[in-house]
T-cell receptor, first 114, second 112 residues
Framework: KAGVTQTPRYLIKTRGQQVTLSCSPISGHRSVSWYQQTPGQGLQFLFEYFSETQRNKGNFPGRFSGRQFSNSRSEMNVSTLELGDSALYLC?????????????FGPGTRLTVL | DAKTTQPTSMDCAEGRAANLPCNHSTISGNEYVYWYRQIHSQGPQYIIHGLKNNETNEMASLIITEDRKSSTLILPHATLRDTAVYYCIVRVGDLNDYKLSFGAGTTVTVRA
């Protein structure tokens, strides 16, 4: 079974631009969560999608948004990029309706904002 | 809000047990404790999780104190490949409305 894949792996943008990151979960997984990881703040939860609906969200501004498609693939979008958005963005999928189960992480997308 | 704290780093000799503590003293209800680890430049990998009882799987054991204010992850026979950052995460809330409290991670270095 293929693991969680994220594209692109690396991205460089400038302040004010917007960016879209993509995540393909493990086949059959319906829950997809997004996380931001920085040296200063560590791991932080962005949001979770299940069956195309946002089930939960963390404490991030509205510039951060996401969606999930009928095939469970998910995208997250960051508009009006700021220098502080430079981070590793991780996507994780889970097998069942309960996100209490273990999550499988992708390798992440490294976003650099200049 | 729940607060999760871990030591910054620890060393362990290869073949010995590694005991990683996590303090979640603000835990109060049905919060799950999860452990993940992250090897440099990879996504985190699930290790184990528990609610109230001690848990064991092929990777590790999780010991949760009776008052649930702290837990310990035990790697029974550490190998060099266990060198990683280990995260303790507490999940507070129900399926559709939960918060995750992340520890800052413990960098474990296994030495030959």
């Amino acid at each position: 079974k293929a693991g969680v894949t994220q594209t692109p792996r690396y991205l460089i943008k400038t302040r004010g631009q917007q960016v879209t990151l993509s995540c393909s979960p493990i086949s059959g997984h319906r829950s997809v969560s997004w996380y931001q990881q920085t040296p200063g703040q560590g791991l932080q939860f962005l949001f979770e999608y299940f069956s195309e609906t946002q089930r939960n969200k963390g404490n991030f501004p509205g510039r951060f948004s996401g969606r999930q498609f009928s095939n469970s693939r998910s995208e997250m979008n960051v508009s009006t990029l700021e220098l502080g958005d430079s981070a590793l963005y991780l996507c994780a999928s889970s097998s069942s309706g309960s996100s209490y189960n273990e999550q499988f992480f992708g390798p992440g997308t490294r976003l650099t904002v200049l | 809000d729940a607060k999760t704290t871990q030591p910054t780093s620890m060393d362990c000799a290869e073949g010995r047990a590694a005991n990683l503590p996590c303090n979640h003293s603000t835990i109060s209800g049905n919060e799950y404790v999860y452990w993940y680890r992250q090897i440099h430049s990879q996504g985190p990998q699930y290790i184990i999780h528990g609610l109230k009882n001690n848990e064991t799987n092929e990777m590790a054991s999780l010991i949760i104190t009776e008052d649930r204010k702290s837990s310990t992850l035990i790697l029974p026979h550490a190998t060099l490949r266990d060198t990683a950052v280990y995260y303790c995460i507490v999940r507070v809330g129900d399926l559709n409305d939960y918060k995750l409290s992340f520890g800052a991670g413990t960098t474990v270095t296994v030495r030959a």
